[in-house]
């Protein structure tokens, strides 16, 4: 029912900001709960932070609390993920998800997904 596509990746030092995008095609972006989500190579998938539908309310992992935001703008069908303070340990593909349902902190919760954009955080 929509399509996820996330952009704003690449190579920051530690310190640095980046700011992440994730563009939805479809109608009903506005029914979606919205997180991020991080992964590196051999490693589960791990939440970041989710917005809820009308972007009233936030929350987000410990890890990266105070230096990452998440925010949307749904009359531009657009989920951000603003990056601050950026650690090596921030190094990883980052996913947008959305769910019809409760945006909780597990993969499993969560009904799309984009294809993902790398982060890179050299120190």
């Known amino acids: 029912q929509v399509q996820l596509v996330e952009s704003g990746g690449g190579l920051v030092q530690a310190g640095g900001s980046l700011s992440l995008s994730c563009a939805a095609s479809g109608r009903t972006f506005s029914s979606y709960a919205m997180a991020w989500f991080r992964q590196t190579p051999g490693k589960e998938r791990e939440f970041v932070g989710a917005?809820?539908?009308?972007?009233?309310?936030?929350y987000y992992a410990d890890s990266v609390e105070g230096r990452l935001t998440i925010s949307r703008d749904n009359a531009k069908n657009t989920v951000y993920l603003q990056m601050n303070s950026l650690k090596p340990e921030d190094t990883a593909i980052y996913y947008c998800?959305?769910?019809?349902?409760?945006?909780?902190?597990?993969?499993?919760?969560?009904?799309?997904w984009g294809q993902g954009t790398q982060v890179t955080v050299s120190s």
């Open positions: 917005v809820t539908r009308r972007g009233i309310n936030t």
């Open positions: 998800a959305g769910s019809l349902r409760y945006g909780g902190r597990r993969p499993g919760e969560y009904d799309y």
